[in-house]
């Protein structure tokens, strides 16, 4: 018997939520495929009080028994899927009706609470202001709206077979052990490289930031609170442009801005922005840490690691 099965748990956000959880004492089940990980980015793999089964979610037989189950396991590169979005469905849509299938199929006083961790890119974009979590779902990619799909089967297993959950909408994560794929990460390894970073249009798209430590933060304050049946955004309330967050970047780093604009990829979204009064009136839930105030400590992670040839 587990206190919490997370899936993802190796993973950029799953791997500092188990951090969290394995110092608070809870005993953890980590659940994962392993597509883009190595264990040199987990430090926990021999806590006494954790475990790892090698799986995938959408092909997973049997469920162990657990008081929580949080799935952070999902594709999330949005180019990846534009270019192939059925692995996308398979894992983002397909993943988490399995797992709720397992969880259906235990007996009512079994079934662990479902979490469901989702994006704010369900939303689609918005010019101004923010989105509440009552706002109309219009995702604009095939990433997001698998996620958005996925949110749906949960709200159906809680109406037809009374499965409790929680759903969290978050903003761009950015910390330490972030996939080289994502925006931040790519900036600090292309300027430690001397390779010119590629900008989408003129990089005028607006995101909203939340640090990882945040997020899983949030995500268990929810669970401690004995919250249910309910959704809420998370979010630091921090905005920029890609273009700033690029020269922010190259700015503490003290070196040049070598930015190549691209072609937009399809599908771009404007601006994202959610609000979080919901989540600081339920819990009072607020973020620590600020982009601006914390980027130095990223950037020295990836320079400690990947060493620099500036």
């Known amino acids: 018997m587990y206190d919490f099965i997370v899936t993802g748990g190796c993973g950029f956000i799953g791997s500092h939520f188990i951090e969290i959880l394995l110092q608070k004492g809870y005993r953890v089940l980590n659940i994962d495929k392993m597509t883009y990980v190595s264990w040199e980015n987990i430090g926990f793999e021999k806590h006494p009080h954790y475990s790892f089964l090698k799986e995938d979610i959408s092909e997973i037989t049997n469920l162990p028994k657990c ?16 270019e192939n979005s059925g692995v996308f469905f398979k894992s983002n849509v397909n993943g988490v009706h399995n797992l709720l299938e ?9 079934r662990p609470l479902f979490v469901q961790v989702s994006t704010d890119e369900v939303y689609g974009d918005i010019t101004e202001g923010t989105f509440t979590e009552t706002d109309y779902l219009k995702p604009s990619n095939p990433y997001s709206a698998t996620k958005a799909a996925a949110e749906q089967f949960v709200y159906a297993y809680n109406r037809t077979y009374g499965i ?3 759903i969290t ?14 925006l931040i990460p790519k900036v600090i390894m292309s300027a ?22 945040d997020h899983c933060e949030a995500i268990l304050a929810l669970i401690e609170g004995k919250i249910k049946n309910d959704v809420f955004n998370i979010c630091s309330g921090d905005e920029a442009s890609n273009l700033q967050v690029v020269k922010l970047i190259y700015e503490r780093l003290g070196i040049e801005p070598n ?3 691209v072609e937009n990829r399809w599908g771009q979204d404007l601006r994202y922005a959610i609000s979080t009064e ?12 600020k982009l601006n105030e ?15 040839n500036t």
């Open 67 to 82: 008081d929580v189950l949080v799935n952070f396991a999902a594709e999330s590169f949005v180019d990846n899927s534009i």
């Open 102 to 110: 397992h969880v259906r199929m235990k007996a009512k006083f079994d």
């Open 164 to 166: 409790d959950y929680i």
């Open 169 to 182: 909408r978050c903003s761009n994560n950015f910390g330490k052990r972030q996939y080289p794929e994502k």
């Open 192 to 213: 430690l490289s001397n390779r010119p970073m590629t900008i989408h249009g003129d990089g005028s798209y607006v995101r909203s930031w939340v640090h990882v430590i």
């Open 259 to 261: 930015i190549q604009f």
């Open 278 to 289: 919901k989540i600081q009136k339920a819990i009072g839930w607020k973020s620590r840490h």
């Open 294 to 308: 914390t980027i130095d400590d990223v950037i020295k992670f990836y320079k400690d690691r990947y060493g620099t």
